[in-house]
């Protein structure tokens, strides 16, 4: 019998059987962040314990940080700067990476790690961070852990883990015009909801997959979590290589082609099998947008907001409405046409160049509609130079959006900037639960170039109305 490549990682990582339900793990690599990962830093010190490998593990400061152009240490979030020096501190105390604020490498870690080629085929790798799948596009074994867990890692370079189920999700045909690997997971996610992927570590695969370009391969995996499952992947093929050679941390020369030569053994054998397996036709996709208050709540751009009534369990005709009071949106409105009152670009879903590129495709030559607060802020320090570079900042500042520094900014409130209290915004991050984006604010998610088309015309609007 053939082995899936989440089983060919796990047991390349595998070092014992716990016998309690747990195997223990190598990790190869460990991410943080200033929100968590300061807190790991800390325990490890006070413990008066060491990192293993500090030169494995790498911190982004991208939570807290304001995104406000000439920042400082300073930022909106109460408290916040003391995540920022109490890391800067801890991370250079230990030793390890970090790319720190006025580095132009900085960014949102799931942005960073693969941008600067550190998370790699055939690794494992973990970050106290739920999208830390979004790196599992790169062929890597990625998942999300705790603080506790993260301290334990970098002391021990382990961690005992339940081995997941495995789950393939093969999407076929191709997708049109329009339709981004951003519809492709929301519409994963609406078809079998946010908990089909509980339990599981899912392979990604299908010609979909296969003919999307790298960044692309990034959105699909980071909305994994959306889906309920423990991590996901895609295997490494061609894409894969090219968008590594040459990245500062990968490997080179003849390194480089001992590990393509292991890379290529990774893909899941043909009689491989699964203990689940769903196929997702993308031919006759439209573009994607959430009406309620999980990624689970959405239909394509020419749907309607949903009727409770219609729903037989009572369970989810009750979150339904719950979801359609908080949205403020009565059963059978047309989502396409929908007034909005902001629009944001960013986030470790969509905030790479490409997402940039694209966004700024539809919008070259227009305005944001009246009264709209649009904002765009870039992946990483490298996203934000080379869209500059290219000239897209000006495409955006004059069609009226900000242009901010990199990090993760309105993706989540966190008691600082906000795309205005009680709001109904349009957005490419990937949580639309309450709150998320502050106090009351009515999100609802969509791809880049939806969220571009819909700020021109004040109202969610689908992008092929708008081809540029
Ligand atoms: S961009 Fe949003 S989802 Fe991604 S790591 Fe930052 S806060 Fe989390």
Same mark, same amino acid.
């Not at 944001?368 to 649009?374: E, H, S, Y």
């Given at each position: 019998?053939?082995?899936?490549?989440?089983?060919?990682? @796990?047991e390349?990582? !595998?070092? +014992?059987? #716990?016998?309690?339900?747990?195997q223990?793990?190598?990790?190869?690599?460990?991410?943080?962040?200033?929100?968590?990962g300061?807190? +790991?830093?800390?325990?490890?010190?006070?413990?008066?314990?060491?990192?293993?490998?500090?030169e494995q593990?790498?911190?982004? /400061?991208?939570?807290?940080?304001?995104?406000i152009p000439?920042?400082?240490?300073?930022?909106?979030? %109460?408290?916040?700067?003391?995540?920022?020096t109490t890391?800067?501190?801890?991370?250079?105390?230990?030793?390890?990476?970090?790319?720190?604020l006025?580095?132009?490498?900085?960014?949102?870690?799931?942005?960073?790690?693969?941008?600067?080629?550190?998370?790699?085929p055939?690794?494992?790798?973990?970050?106290?961070? !739920?999208h830390?799948?979004?790196?599992?596009?790169?062929?890597?074994?990625?998942?999300?852990?705790?603080?506790?867990?993260?301290?334990?890692?970098?002391?021990?370079?382990? #961690?005992?883990?339940?081995k997941?189920?495995?789950?393939?999700?093969?999407?076929?045909?191709?997708?049109?015009?329009?339709?981004?690997?951003?519809?492709?997971?929301?519409?994963?996610?609406?078809?079998?909801?946010?908990?089909?992927?509980?339990g599981?570590?899912?392979?990604?695969a299908?010609?979909?997959?296969?003919?999307l370009p790298?960044?692309?391969?990034?959105?699909?995996?980071?909305?994994?979590?959306?889906?309920?499952? @423990?991590?996901?992947?895609?295997?490494?093929?061609q894409?894969?290589?090219?968008?590594?050679?040459?990245?500062p941390?990968?490997?080179?020369?003849?390194? @480089?082609?001992q590990?393509?030569?292991y @890379?290529?053994?990774?893909?899941?054998?043909?009689?491989?099998?699964f203990?689940?397996?769903?196929?997702i036709?993308?031919?006759a996709?439209?573009?994607?947008?959430?009406?309620?208050?999980?990624?689970?709540?959405?239909?394509?751009?020419?749907?309607?907001?949903?009727?409770?009534a219609?729903e037989?369990?009572?369970?989810?005709?009750?979150?339904?409405?719950?979801?359609?009071e908080y949205?403020?949106?009565?059963?059978?409105?047309?989502?396409?046409?929908?007034?909005?009152?902001?629009?944001?670009?960013?986030?470790?879903?969509? !905030?790479?160049?490409?997402?940039?590129?694209?966004? +700024?495709?539809?919008?070259k030559?227009?305005k944001?509609?009246?009264?709209?607060?649009?904002i765009?802020? %870039?992946?990483?320090?490298?996203?934000?130079?080379?869209?500059?570079a290219?000239?897209?900042?000006?495409?955006?500042?004059?069609?009226?959006?900000?242009?901010?520094?990199?990090?993760?900014? /309105?993706?989540?409130?966190?008691?600082?900037?906000?795309?205005?209290?009680?709001?109904?915004?349009?957005? !490419?991050?990937n949580?639309?639960f309450?709150?998320?984006?502050?106090?009351?604010?009515?999100?609802?998610?969509?791809? %880049?170039?939806?969220?571009?088309?819909?700020?021109?015309?004040?109202?969610?609007?689908?992008v092929?109305?708008?081809? %540029?």
């Open positions: 019998m053939g082995q899936t490549i989440i089983e060919k990682l @796990w390349a990582h !595998s070092i +014992a059987d #716990l016998g309690d339900g747990n223990l793990i190598y990790i190869d690599r460990v991410f943080f962040h200033e929100r968590t300061s807190i +790991a830093l800390q325990g490890l010190e006070a413990a008066g314990r060491t990192v293993r490998n500090p593990v790498f911190g982004c /400061m991208d939570h807290i940080v304001d995104t000439g920042r400082t240490d300073d930022t909106m979030v %109460p408290g916040g700067s003391a995540f920022i890391t800067r501190k801890a991370a250079h105390a230990a030793g390890v990476n970090l790319f720190d006025g580095d132009d490498r900085q960014g949102i870690v799931h942005v960073v790690s693969p941008e600067q080629g550190i998370a790699l055939g690794l494992t790798l973990v970050c106290p961070d !739920s830390t799948c979004t790196q599992g596009a790169l062929g890597a074994l990625a998942w999300g852990i705790g603080s506790t867990e993260c301290e334990h890692a970098m002391a021990t370079k382990t #961690l005992a883990v339940k997941p189920k495995t789950m393939r999700v093969r999407f076929t045909g191709q997708p049109g015009y329009g339709v981004t690997a951003k519809d492709m997971i929301l519409h994963l996610i609406g078809r079998h909801t946010a908990s089909g992927g509980v599981y570590a899912i392979e990604f299908g010609e979909a997959v296969r003919a790298m960044e692309a391969r990034f959105t699909l995996c980071n909305m994994a979590v959306e889906f309920g499952a @423990w991590s996901c992947i895609i295997a490494p093929d894409t894969t290589y090219a968008y590594l050679a040459g990245r941390y990968a490997p080179k020369g003849h390194t @480089w082609e590990a393509l030569a @890379w290529q053994t990774l893909p899941s054998d043909d009689d491989a099998s203990d689940k397996e769903t196929v036709d993308c031919s996709l439209v573009p994607q947008v959430t009406w309620g208050t999980s990624p689970q709540h959405e239909t394509g751009i020419d749907g309607i907001v949903p009727d409770p219609d037989p369990d009572t369970n989810h005709r009750q979150s339904i409405e719950r979801a359609l949205m403020d949106l009565e059963p059978g409105t047309q989502l396409a046409g929908l007034p909005i009152d902001s629009a944001f670009i960013g986030s470790c879903t969509n !905030s790479r160049l490409s997402d940039l590129r694209n966004a +700024a495709a539809i919008l030559g227009h944001v509609a009246d009264g709209i607060k649009a765009c802020v %870039p992946g990483s320090g490298q996203v934000k130079k080379a869209a500059e290219e000239g897209l900042d000006k495409i955006f500042t004059a069609a009226g959006f900000e242009w901010r520094e990199p990090g993760c900014s /309105m993706c989540f409130y966190a008691g600082g900037d906000n795309l205005g209290l009680g709001k109904r915004t349009v957005s !490419s991050t949580r639309n309450e709150n998320r984006q502050g106090p009351g604010t009515k999100t609802h998610l969509a791809s %880049p170039t939806t969220v571009a088309a819909s700020a021109i015309k004040g109202c969610l609007t689908d092929r109305t708008l081809e %540029p």
